[in-house]
């Protein structure tokens, strides 16, 4: 079976079209990954702890919600802890 007979055949897939942001102050934020307590961000720079939010937007349907960057970010890493707030 070629990979045009797999599509043809109703078997093809979907890639959503993801998009994750961090707002501060603001700025807008390139967001790579977003996981449970932490983002990886595409771009690392220095921000003291601050309060933000994340804009996650899929397929067009966009959710947000409020954070803390109880750590700030630093230049030396792209990982940044978060607290969701209340």
């Known amino acids: 079976m070629s990979f045009m007979d797999f599509k043809s055949n109703g078997h093809g897939g979907h890639s959503a079209d993801v ?3 961090l707002i501060l102050n603001g700025n807008s934020i390139p967001v790579a990954q977003l996981g449970p307590g ?3 961000l595409d771009v690392s720079t220095n921000h003291p702890p601050c309060e933000g939010k994340i804009l996650l937007s899929v397929d067009g349907s ?3 919600w409020a954070v803390r960057l ?3 970010i630093t230049a030396e890493t ?3 802890p978060v607290l969701a707030r209340m």
């Open 62 to 64: 966009e959710r947000q």
């Open 38 to 40: 932490f983002l990886l």
């Open 70 to 72: 109880p750590e700030g």
């Open 19 to 21: 998009r994750i942001r």
């Open 78 to 80: 792209k990982r940044v």
